[in-house]
């Protein structure tokens, strides 16, 4: 008898599991969604809304702050996603037809920044996200895009301005992600390490 009622605790037990695992799979991915939409809202609103400079050429703007804190918060993965969904929705918004190459240039950063700043993030993660971002993905990528689908005529002169305009933003980015590594990055990654806590969530 006792058995028997030690198999069929045994058995309550096994049969909850799954249960209680799928939950906290089902609250996590919730949870994530949540998140990126956030951070899918705040690389769309530095980069639409509130640009400080924009020409058809040339946009200067606070974007790799979103870029940065969806890498620290999301990984790559995500981050990718959250890069392809901020610019589909400027297309939109702005009304431009999707531009294929932009697009996967602004994949590009999203997945770099979630590789090199998602587990640790150091002046030396943080000096090689912003040059894939800038001159890589902005200087490289996204001019090439503007050539071939973006109706801008290839000339010296768009290809000074926007290395004039990628410089100048890595040296802003290198500069305010340093500076804010420890007491605006780190914390976030720390939060958010807090909240993915089974406990938490």
């Known amino acids: ?16 599991l799954p249960e209680s695992a799928n939950g906290y799979a089902i609250r996590k991915n919730t949870f994530l969604i949540v998140v990126v939409g956030l951070l899918i809202a705040v690389q769309f609103i530095l980069e639409r809304l509130v640009p400080v400079i924009e020409t058809p050429v040339t946009r ?4 790799f702050v979103g870029r940065a ?7 790559p993965v995500y981050g990718m996603i959250a890069g392809i969904a901020a610019d ?6 702005k009304g431009y037809a999707i531009n294929p190459i932009i697009t996967f240039a602004a994949a590009f950063r999203g997945l770099a920044f979630g590789i090199l700043l998602y587990k640790k993030v150091n002046i030396f993660r943080i000096t090689i996200a912003a040059f894939l971002d800038q001159f890589v993905a902005g200087l490289v990528i996204t001019t090439y895009g503007l050539f071939t689908y973006g109706g801008v005529p290839y ?23 340093i500076a804010t590594r420890k007491n605006l990055l780190a914390q976030i990654r720390k939060y958010m390490s807090v909240l993915y806590r089974t406990d938490r969530i």
């Open 155 to 177: 000339s010296k002169e768009t290809i000074i301005a926007r290395l004039i305009q990628c410089s100048v933003i890595f040296v802003l980015e290198e500069v305010f992600l």
């Open 88 to 93: 589909l929705l400027g297309c939109f918004y």
């Open 1 to 16: 008898m006792k058995k028997i009622e030690e198999n069929s605790e045994k058995n309550r037990k096994t049969d909850t």
């Open 60 to 63: 200067v703007s606070f974007t």
């Open 69 to 75: 804190v969806t890498g620290v918060c999301v990984g």
